[in-house]
């Protein structure tokens, strides 16, 4: 499912977009839509993945003493 957003985007950027959407004849959407996934699988944003450790809580916990506050 696809949804529509506004974005405020550089005038720069933007002609360089556009020129590279007349090369590849595509749309303005799908380029920017292709560039953001780029960005996101590089910075290691990936769907439902879970980042642990072998760490461990040793110590106690008290709710009296957390919510007596």
């Known amino acids: 499912m696809k949804t529509h ?4 985007i550089d005038i720069k950027l933007l002609g360089e977009l556009n020129r590279f959407g007349r090369e590849e004849r595509r749309p303005r959407s799908q380029i920017i839509e ?17 980042v642990t450790s072998d760490g461990r ?7 009296e003493e957390t919510y007596a506050r």
């Open 5 to 8: 957003i506004s974005a405020t």
């Open 34 to 50: 292709m560039a953001l996934e780029e960005f996101l699988r590089k910075h290691g944003a990936e769907g439902d993945e879970i």
């Open 57 to 63: 809580f040793t110590g106690t916990f008290s709710r």
